[in-house]
Nanobody, 120 residues
Framework: QVQLVESGGGLVQAGGSLRLSCAAS????????MGWYRQAPGNQRELVAD???????NYADSVKGRFTISRDNAKNTVYLQMNSLKPEDTAVYYC??????????????WGQGTQVTVAS
């Protein structure tokens, strides 16, 4: 079994910062890409940022220059540093990872989500 557990969400004023963490645990052979998605009420889930095992990053246009994704492969953990937060960043943030529980298979796993609320 593989689990992704997020932490670090909360309430912040516009212009503030938050750092989300997501740790993968369980039977893990290796981890490919990891990323963060978000879903606001009434909206579809959208990609925020992702990062390959080699450290190549990709960001949604709406967060470029404000958010930074990083990972610690030794800890099976991915982070999302969010600066200059805006009310429109308010959403449930989900961690995801393409994880190999054995050398011959891989699956997409999701965390339970963490609420980020940005007050204006």
């Amino acid at each position: 079994q593989v689990q992704l557990v997020e932490s670090g969400g909360g309430l912040v004023q516009a212009g503030g910062s938050l750092r989300l963490s997501c740790a993968a645990s369980g039977t893990i052979y290796s981890i490919n890409a990891m990323g963060w998605y978000r879903q606001a009420p009434g909206n579809q889930r959208e990609l925020v940022a992702d990062i390959t095992s080699g450290g190549t990053t990709n960001y949604a246009d709406s967060v470029k220059g404000r958010f930074t994704i990083s990972r610690d492969n030794a800890k099976n953990t991915v982070y999302l540093q969010m600066n200059s937060l805006k009310p429109e960043d308010t959403a449930v943030y989900y961690c995801t990872g393409n994880i190999k529980p054995t050398w011959y298979e891989h699956y997409d796993y999701w965390g339970q989500g963490t609420q980020v609320t940005v007050a204006s």
